[in-house]
C-alpha cells in the first residue's frame, strides 16, 4: 500500500522527536525510558491508524523494552560495569529507539522520492499554467478550495499540461495533487 503525503508527513513529525529523546540520554535524564516508551507507543497508533503492518515490530519492541523496566536484560546489549536495572532500561531502550527509527525510515523512503519527484511536477506546472493565464483566470474571489479545483481542473484540460499533468496524478493520487499544486503556488 503507497503512503499518502498526510501519512509520511505523520510519520516524519515523529521521527522529528528523536533527537530529543537522544538529548534526554545524553543529559542523563531519568525520564529518557519513558519518552521512548511513549515514543513508541506514538509510532504504534499512527501505524496502526494508518493500517501498517509494522506495527507489530513496534510493539514487539515496546515488550523487550517493558521487560527492560522489569530486570531482564536481553542478549543483544551489554552494560558496562555492573547491569543496574537503570543501565538495563537505557541500554534497550536506546536498542529499540534505534531499530523503530530505522522502520519508520524503511517506510516513508519509497515515498519521499516519489513526493520530490511531485513538488517538482507541480511547480512546473504551476510556473506553465502561470504564463498561460490560467491562474490568474481562476482567480475570481471564490474559496480557497474552489480556486485550486478550478487550477487542476484547467490544467487537465490544458492539452499542453495533460500530460504532466496525469504523471503527477499517476504518482501521488488526485487528493494529493491538489495538496502539491497548493504548495507550488504558495511558494
Request: hydrophobic share 45%; aromatic share 4%.
Amino acid at each position: 500500500m503507497a503512503l499518502n503525503l498526510v501519512q509520511v508527513e505523520e510519520i516524519s513529525a515523529l521521527l522529528q522527536e528523536v533527537p530529543r529523546l537522544v538529548d534526554r540520554l545524553e543529559n542523563r535524564r531519568s525520564d529518557f525510558w519513558d519518552g521512548v516508551h511513549t515514543w513508541l507507543k506514538q509510532a504504534e497508533n499512527i501505524l496502526e491508524n494508518n493500517r501498517l503492518p509494522a506495527v507489530s515490530q513496534v510493539a514487539a519492541c515496546r515488550a523487550r523494552l517493558l521487560q527492560a523496566a522489569r530486570g531482564t536484560q536481553c542478549g543483544e546489549i551489554t552494560v558496562a560495569g555492573k547491569p543496574t536495572q537503570r543501565k538495563i532500561r537505557d541500554a534497550t531502550a536506546t536498542m529499540v529507539l534505534q531499530r523503530c527509527n530505522q522502520l519508520l525510515h524503511e517506510i516513508i523512503a519509497e515515498r519521499q522520492n516519489v513526493f520530490q519527484e511531485a513538488d517538482r511536477l507541480a511547480r512546473q506546472l504551476i510556473a506553465v499554467a502561470e504564463a498561460n493565464g490560467i491562474i490568474r483566470n481562476c482567480k475570481n474571489n471564490s474559496p480557497h478550495q474552489a480556486f485550486l479545483q478550478c487550477v487542476q481542473k484547467s490544467i487537465g484540460a490544458d492539452p499542453n499540461l495533460v500530460g504532466v499533468y496525469t504523471h503527477l496524478v499517476a504518482l501521488v493520487g488526485k487528493v494529493d495533487v491538489l495538496i502539491f499544486l497548493d504548495r507550488a503556488i504558495v511558494d
